[in-house]
C-alpha cells in the first residue's frame, strides 16, 4: 500500500509572514477608514466653532483641540496595547473617536461651541489611532523590513487625507436631509468611517501581531504587566541613547513641518495668492508627506536609518532656507513645501523604525506612546510659536528660526551616530 500524500506542516516562519501579510492589509484598510474620518471631521471644525462662538480667536482652538486629543490619548493607546495587545490599543483609540464625532454632533444641534471643542478632544483619538498603526506594522517585520512595513501603513493614510475634505460638503447635505443641524453631517460621516475603522481591527486583527510577536520572542510576564508605564518609558529611554535620538528627530521632524506649514496659506493669502493656488500648494505638501513614504521606508532598510534621517534633516534644512529666503515667489514656497513633506517622511519613517528596534519588545508600547506624545504635544507648540512669530515679526524669519532647530538636531544626530552605533 501508498500513503497518502499529507499537507506539508507549515512552519513557525511561514504562519509570521502569513500574518505579517494579514495585519499589513488590516492595518491599511483602518488607516484608510481613519484617515477618512479624520479629514472629514477637521475639514469644517473651525468653521463650525467660528459660527457657534462668533470669535474667529475661538475658532482657532478648533485644531488644537484634536492635536490635544491626539496627545493625551497616546499615552492610554499604548497602555491598552502593552496590557492586552494592539487591537486594544487601537480599538481605544477609535472608539474615543467616535464618541468624539457623536458628542460633536450633539454640540452642533444645541448650538454649543464649549461642548463641541470637547468633542474634538476625543475625535483626536482617531490620529492617535492612525499614528499607533504605524507601531503595529513593525511587530512581525522580518529583519530588514521593518521601515518598508511602517510606510507602508503610513501611505494608506494618504488616501482618507485626500478623499475626507471633498466627502465633508455632500456628507453634510446628507445629514441635512436626514434631519440633522446643518454641519453636523460631516461629523456623523466620520462616526461611520471611525466605526469602521474600529470594526476591521476588532474583526482583522486576530491574531494580535504584538501578543504573537512576545510569543516568539519569548517576553516575560514581568514585562507584560509593566508594559504602558510612562516609568518604563523614561527608564528606557536613559538606558539607550539611540532611541533617545529617534524620539527627538521625530520631534523636531513634525515641529519644522507643522510650523512651516501651518503659516503658509496666511503667507500666500497675505501675497495676493487665491485659494485655488493656496489649496494645490499645500496638496503638493500632503503628496509629499505621504506618497513617497514606502521609498524612504525600503531606502532606510537598505541604507539605513540614520543615514535617511539626515537625508530628512537635510530636506527640512533646504526647506527652511527656500522658506525663508521665497519673498513673493509662489514657486519657491511650493517648492519648499513639498521639501518640507518629504523631510517630515524621512524622519517619521526612519525615525519609527529606529526606535522600536533599539528598545526591548517588552517596553515598546509605553516608548511608542510616549514617542507620539511629545510629537503631538511640540506640534502643537510648534503652531503656536509660528504664529508669534509670523504676526510678531515675519515668514523669513520663522524659515530662519526653523532652519537653526534642525541643523542643530543633525549635528546631534550625527554626532550620536559616531558613539553609538545603530543596531544591527
Avoid at 513614504?293 to 539626515?310: C, T
Avoid at 519648499?336 to 528596534?357: F, I, M, N, P, R
Avoid at 504635544?377 to 520663522?398: F, K, Q
Wanted: aromatic share 4%; hydrophobic share 50%; net charge positive.
Amino acid at each position: 500500500m501508498t500513503s497518502t500524500p499529507t499537507k506539508a506542516a507549515i512552519s513557525p516562519d511561514d504562519r509570521i509572514r502569513a500574518v505579517q501579510r494579514r495585519t499589513l492589509g488590516v492595518l491599511s484598510g483602518a488607516q484608510i477608514a481613519g484617515g477618512v474620518g479624520v479629514a472629514v471631521g477637521l475639514a469644517l471644525s473651525s468653521v463650525v466653532v467660528d459660527e457657534l462662538s462668533g470669535s474667529t480667536v475661538i475658532s482657532g482652538f478648533a485644531g488644537t483641540a484634536t492635536v490635544l486629543g491626539a496627545a493625551l490619548l497616546a499615552l492610554p493607546t499604548a497602555k491598552a496595547a502593552g496590557r492586552g495587545g494592539r487591537r486594544a490599543g487601537l480599538a481605544l483609540a477609535y472608539l474615543a473617536a467616535l464618541a468624539g464625532c457623536a458628542l460633536s454632533v450633539a454640540a452642533i444641534s444645541m448650538g454649543n461651541w464649549p461642548l463641541l471643542l470637547a468633542g474634538l478632544v476625543l475625535v483626536g483619538g482617531g490620529s492617535a489611532g492612525n499614528l499607533a498603526a504605524r507601531y503595529s506594522a513593525t511587530d512581525l517585520s522580518p529583519k530588514g523590513h521593518s521601515a518598508r512595513h511602517l510606510s507602508l501603513v503610513v501611505w494608506a493614510a494618504t488616501i482618507g487625507s485626500v478623499a475626507g475634505p471633498n466627502l465633508a460638503r455632500p456628507a453634510d447635505q446628507i445629514g441635512m436631509d436626514a434631519g440633522l443641524a446643518e454641519k453636523a453631517g460631516p461629523f456623523a460621516f466620520a462616526a461611520l468611517a471611525f466605526a469602521a475603522a474600529l470594526l476591521i481591527i476588532v474583526i482583522g486583527l486576530r491574531p494580535d501581531p504584538l501578543k504573537l510577536a512576545r510569543e516568539r520572542d519569548g517576553a516575560s510576564p514581568a514585562d507584560r504587566a509593566r508594559s504602558g508605564t510612562v516609568k518604563d518609558a523614561w527608564r528606557t529611554l536613559r538606558a539607550t541613547p539611540m532611541a533617545r535620538r529617534a524620539l527627538v528627530i521625530i520631534a523636531v521632524s513634525h515641529t519644522a513641518m507643522v510650523s512651516v506649514m501651518s503659516m503658509t496659506p496666511v503667507k500666500l493669502h497675505h501675497d495676493g495668492s487665491n485659494l485655488d493656488v493656496i489649496g494645490l500648494v499645500i496638496s503638493l505638501h500632503i503628496a509629499g508627506m505621504y506618497v513617497m513614504s514606502p521609498v524612504v521606508g525600503w531606502l532606510a532598510d537598505k541604507a539605513g536609518r540614520v543615514p535617511v534621517l539626515l537625508l530628512g534633516m537635510s530636506l527640512l534644512l533646504g526647506a527652511s532656507a527656500l522658506a525663508a529666503t521665497a519673498d513673493h515667489r509662489v514657486w519657491q514656497v511650493t517648492v519648499a513645501l513639498v521639501l518640507l513633506g518629504l523631510g517630515w517622511s524621512c524622519g517619521l519613517v526612519a525615525g519609527s523604525a529606529l526606535l522600536t528596534e533599539s528598545v526591548p519588545i517588552g517596553s515598546r508600547t509605553p516608548v511608542q506612546g510616549l514617542s507620539d506624545l511629545l510629537m503631538n504635544v511640540c506640534g502643537a507648540t510648534g503652531t503656536i510659536v509660528a504664529g508669534a512669530i509670523v504676526g510678531g515679526l515675519s515668514y523669513s524669519v520663522l524659515g530662519l528660526v526653523v532652519g537653526v532647530m534642525v541643523a542643530l538636531a543633525g549635528v546631534w544626530l550625527a554626532a550620536g551616530r559616531r558613539n553609538h552605533p545603530t543596531p544591527a
